[in-house]
């Protein structure tokens, strides 16, 4: 063999054992199960299937579960979506129930109602299924570890980023939503507490209502005709944002508005200047994160904290480009191309 | 110059393929003891829990070490003459001690405090780094002398170039392979063992040039004739000799003016790297970790293929129209495909991130190519005012400053990703302004200075008529002086 061609066939002979052996290696990384592989079969149950937010949720759990079986050759993690059409307490019950019997090996659940859930996440749990809830939880359960946001936490946060747009002073007022939610009185709590640092701040209730667009509009109607003088508003939903009546009763930036959540229907009040600040959670984490907590705890055998907290993301004209191209990313379709151009 | 006023390489300057492959496995063993440490330096934190800003400290502390340590090395390896040459020893005994301690290094007892981890690192870094110079210095100044030839250096250069990339390749499935739970109980038990491969790896195909390659100067013997001296005199006069060396040679204007383009081109383009990463997974993919990796990684592959083409025709463009019109078209090109990420980074079309990786390769694969084969010609430059030849020196320095500039810029890099208000926790939803910050940097910081490092080397003045002039003079003196170095070359 002439010393060129020996070059050559060495030279490709080096390329093959370096490029070659490392994709090798990571080929039996991902594709190939060994003997002996573990299975954990997770079962995910949110509160409605019908709800975008749980959608994303579930996008974020199939991906955990993918990277998760990547990284452990001896791992491979199952996400089994189990999650009612519509909100149902009792559908969920029959669901953990089903998926103790079919011996799953841990349930991720977010609680419709945390009285109708405690016993059957408690049966669960007795018969060794380890369960975790996420977004809203069941406290006195014997759930393993809850994943959400720290509600009081939020409510500070809207108070805070309220003074800052009104100068710590003038009228304002709370918008409830449903009186007995433990989650909204939680934020209501946060707010009154930060607001005790504004003297000059003059909350004039908190008014409570359906939880749907059109009684939360007439209530603050009624409200702005009783307090003329009125500068924002801090809602603990964002029921008035769920379409364009809001737009019809005040004008854009005359009344600061800020609010929790931050989905795609309200982005227009953002880009329009009628809200200034929304707090926005970010769903896909509660699928995410609530699938890696359960492999650290059962496959590390971790110690997992009691409650894991969920960090809310700001969202102002100043991110919605970023926050909506986020939104796309966690599995959103109905976001309009001028967001996500920003 | 033109294709045809082009001068052909005489035979006697022409090297086999044999020796540019033999050197060129030095370029492999060299990119990846540079490479390495740092891509295996995660399992210092994530493996035994060192605190980031200490394993930030344990690569940064080599490099002010190196400041002294290299050029010391280049001026031993100049002054050197022994029966086996001037850099050969050297690089022989270099590759075997560096693979050495790069096995050991690695091999960290569990169990242990930080400190423990961090002072036990620190000292086996140094040391290494020690035996990596004495390597690399002598092996880079090879590179400068082993052949005369203007065109022929560039080839050998571009060959070198062309092997070192499959380092480059290598390194980033380094953390794959020590995470690899099927091979390894922990990443840590990973390093040990992936760092006895390394070793073995490096001793064996490290030593091969200094056993294949022959040396083409003969150090001349300065002090012949003289009175000895005590051996305090003795290192006082080499000390002085050694701080006139290093003074004559960063004052020379032709090697300023590489130095000055490589550390722009080049660090402008690693100061970017992460920023580019940060771009691609938050802004063009909102955040989508998953897509973002997929077309970092079609960018990697795309800009490795890119730079092996690139070498390729830098060498061959190289030979028709100089080195120096080379690098400056090399260089726009980079600059312009650092421009055009501007328009690219579209997150209605995260395709179009991969559209300026060609481009960026080009100046890269140019860079390493024909600095080498330019730095050679300015060693002839200074042989012929000096009358000493001192590749060690000037390739020391050289690289000593392509190693420094390249921990600023990644020092540099975290504190301009804090500048543009990057907040990790908003995922993709970070405010506009930091993006269009990010962007700034991204585009205008590489593109800056690509457009100084060619105002560098825009004056560099040995064109190939000169080095033809400047090889034929020292033709003329070294045929003057041949009785001299044959009766050296016998002893």
């Known amino acids: ?342 | 110059m033109s294709a045809k006023n082009s001068q052909q390489t005489p035979q006697k300057d022409k090297l086999s393929n044999g020796q540019m492959f033999a050197y060129g496995l030095g370029g492999i063993v060299n990119n990846l003891l540079g490479g390495a440490i740092g891509f295996m330096s995660i399992v210092l934190n994530v493996g035994l829990g060192i605190n980031p800003a200490l394993v930030g400290t344990l690569q940064a502390i080599p490099r002010l070490t190196d400041a002294i340590t290299d050029p010391v090395m280049g001026y031993i390896s100049d002054k050197t003459r022994s029966r086996y040459g001037r850099r050969r020893p050297y690089i022989f005994i270099g590759a075997i001690a560096v693979g050495l301690m790069f096995a050991l290094m690695w091999q960290l007892p569990p169990g242990n405090s930080e400190m423990f981890y961090f002072w036990f690192f620190l000292i086996g870094s140094i040391i290494f780094y020690l035996f990596y110079t004495m390597f690399a210095t002598p092996w880079v100044a090879l590179g400068y002398e082993l052949t005369t030839d203007y065109h022929e250096r560039t080839r050998l250069m571009g060959v070198m170039n062309f092997m070192g990339q499959f380092a480059w390749i290598s390194l980033p499935w380094f953390y794959a392979i020590m995470e690899n739970d099927r091979l390894f109980s922990d990443s840590v038990e990973g390093a040990r063992t992936l760092a006895i491969v390394i070793g073995v790896f490096v001793a064996i195909v490290g030593a091969v040039p200094a056993i294949f390659l022959k040396e083409k100067f003969v150090a001349v013997d300065a002090d012949s004739g003289e009175k000895k001296i005590s051996m305090l005199e003795g290192i006082k006069k080499n000390v002085a000799e050694f701080l006139k060396g290093l003074v004559t040679t960063v004052k020379r204007p032709e090697f300023l003016k590489l130095c000055a383009g490589t550390f722009f081109l080049f660090n402008g383009i690693m100061l970017v790297g992460a920023f580019s990463s940060y771009i691609t997974i938050f802004y063009v993919s909102g955040g989508d970790n998953d897509m973002g990796a997929k077309y970092m990684g079609l960018f990697g592959t795309i800009n490795t293929i890119s730079t092996l083409m690139a070498i390729a025709a830098v060498t061959w463009i190289s030979s028709k129209i100089g080195k120096r019109k080379t690098f400056i078209l090399a260089t726009s090109i980079t600059m312009i495909g650092s421009l055009l990420k501007w328009f690219s980074y579209d997150p209605m079309a995260p395709w179009k991130v991969l559209l300026p990786a060609p481009m960026i390769a080009v100046g890269m694969g140019a860079l390493f190519t024909l600095m080498g084969s330019m730095i050679a010609d300015v060693c002839d430059l200074d042989e012929l005012e000096t009358g000493e030849r001192r590749e060690g020196m000037f390739g020391s320095i050289y690289w000593w400053m392509v190693k420094l500039g390249m921990a600023l810029a990644f020092g540099l890099s975290g504190y301009l990703l804090n500048a543009t208000g990057f907040e990790v926790e908003l995922g993709g939803a970070q405010s506009s302004s930091t993006f269009f910050w990010m962007r700034i940097v991204d585009v205008f910081i590489p593109a800056a200075a690509a457009l100084i490092a060619i105002i560098s080397v825009a004056s560099f003045k040995i064109t190939e008529e000169r080095a033809l002039e400047i090889r034929s003079e020292l033709e003329k003196r070294k045929a003057k002086t041949a009785p001299v170095s044959a009766a050296l070359s016998s002893e």
Not at chain 1, 134 to 145: G, I, L, V
Not at chain 1, 299 to 318: A, M
């Open chain 1, 1 to 342: 063999m002439k010393l060129s061609n020996f070059i050559i066939v060495l030279l490709v002979g080096i390329s093959f054992a370096m490029f070659g052996g490392c994709q090798e290696i990571s080929e039996e990384l991902a594709d190939i199960d060994p003997e002996g592989v573990d299975t954990l079969r997770i079962t995910m149950i949110a509160k409605s299937s019908d709800n975008p937010v749980f959608t994303t949720a579930k996008k974020g759990a199939l991906q955990a579960a993918e990277e998760l079986s990547e990284k452990y050759s001896m791992l491979h993690v199952e996400v089994d979506w189990e999650t009612p059409a519509t909100e149902d307490a009792n559908r969920q019950v029959e669901i953990i129930r089903k998926a103790v019997r079919e011996n799953a090996d841990a349930i991720i659940v977010s609680c419709s109602d945390r009285d109708s859930l405690t016993s059957a996440i408690n049966a669960a749990v007795d018969a060794g299924v380890e369960v975790m809830t996420f977004d809203s939880d069941a406290p006195e359960s014997k759930r393993f570890t809850f994943y959400g946001p720290d509600d009081e936490k939020m409510g500070e946060m809207l108070a805070d980023k309220l003074a800052e747009l009104t100068e710590g002073k003038g009228k304002i007022a709370i918008l409830g939503g449903n009186q007995d939610a433990p989650n909204l009185k939680k934020r209501i709590n946060g707010i009154q507490n930060a607001l005790a640092d504004y003297p000059d701040m003059d909350n004039v209730g908190t008014y409570y209502h359906p939880e749907n667009e059109v009684d939360a509009i007439a209530l603050m109607d009624s409200v702005h005709k009783m307090y003329p003088d009125l500068i924002g508003w801090a809602m603990v939903g964002s029921w008035p944002l769920f379409g364009d009546k809001l737009m019809d009763i005040i004008e854009p930036g005359k009344i600061k508005i800020v609010a929790i959540d931050a989905l795609p229907v309200q982005l227009k009040y953002v880009e329009q200047n009628y809200v200034q600040l929304l707090l926005g959670q970010p769903t896909f984490r509660w699928g995410k994160i609530s699938v890696e907590t359960i492999v650290e705890k059962l496959h590390e055998k971790e110690e997992v904290k009691e409650i894991i907290r969920l960090k809310p993301i700001p969202v102002s004209i100043e991110n919605l480009g970023g926050w909506s191209r986020q939104l796309r990313a966690w599995g959103y379709t109905d976001i309009p191309e001028k967001y996500l151009v920003m």
